[in-house]
């Protein structure tokens, strides 16, 4: 027999999803948080009319909160990370560098 551990994200008595970690299922809890946090704030811009269109814009929002945050100008873009490849070189270059250095030194 197989135990298996669930975690469920349930809100207003209504169950949202089923998740397999609890790490995952406590990034859904926050998200629908934030989502929650921003109803009143889309909701008073009155855009939508639609309950509906209301709850996944702020859904939306929410899970795209690091672009958010960042077209507002609050956090700035992560650097594309150099290949290892490049790091690589990079390396061997700079270790190239030292020993014909110290092969100067040891030559005089």
């Known amino acids: 027999m197989a135990v298996v ?4 994200v349930i809100r207003d008595g209504a169950e949202k999803m089923t998740f397999t970690s ?3 299922a406590d990034a859904h809890d926050k998200i629908l948080d934030m989502a929650e946090a921003l109803n009143p704030l889309i909701k008073s811009s009155e855009l939508f009319t639609d309950e509906q269109q209301l709850e996944d814009m702020a859904l939306f929002l929410a899970k795209e909160r690091e672009n958010v945050l960042i077209a ?15 790091r690589l070189s990079l390396r061997i270059k700079n270790r190239q560098k030292r020993l014909s250095y110290r092969y100067f030194i040891w030559c005089r």
Request: proline share 9%.
């Open 5 to 8: 551990t669930q975690y469920v």
């Open 72 to 86: 507002l100008g609050a956090k700035k873009p992560k650097k594309p990370r150099q290949k290892k490849q490049k």
């Open 22 to 24: 609890k790490a995952e």
